[in-house]
């Protein structure tokens, strides 16, 4: 069975919800997602994620999310789109969540998907807890 590449809730965040449930502060609002292209090793390979990541190993663009929709009770999926010449030509095996304070809260490295420039890419993160 190969390797499944997983999206990870960073410590951040997790902090973030402990705190909340502990003390009754507020969590932030997700607004973006960040999109990399050093998610892989040389072998194009995933890296491991521990969850501590604030920044995407070679960060290309963040971008407004473009809509989100609850799909089981304790999950979101995320999706954000790039138009056709967004990021023509780049690969992208690196993807974040972000927040309002610029924080990450979900990261994940995937294989290589190449950006074509006459197509509109949709990336999809489901945050669950």
């Not at 909340?20 to 292209?37: D, H």
């Not at 609850?70 to 927040?99: M, Q």
């Not at 420039?117 to 999809?124: H, K, R």
């Amino acid at each position: 069975m190969a390797d499944q590449a997983l999206t990870v809730t960073t410590t951040y965040a997790r902090e973030q919800m402990a705190r909340a449930r502990a003390e009754g502060s507020s969590l932030t609002q997700v607004l973006k997602m960040a999109f990399g292209s050093g998610g892989t090793d040389a072998e194009g390979k995933p890296i491991p994620l521990d969850g501590t990541e604030q920044t995407l190993k070679q960060q290309l663009l963040i971008k407004d999310i473009s809509s989100y929709e609850f799909i089981a009770p304790a999950t979101i999926r995320y999706t954000c789109s790039l138009g056709e010449t967004e990021l023509a030509g780049a690969t992208i095996n690196e993807l974040a969540l972000v927040d309002s304070r610029g924080k990450f809260t979900a990261i994940r490295t995937m294989t290589n998907k190449i950006k074509d420039a006459d197509m509109e890419f949709i990336f999809e993160i489901d945050d669950i807890y």
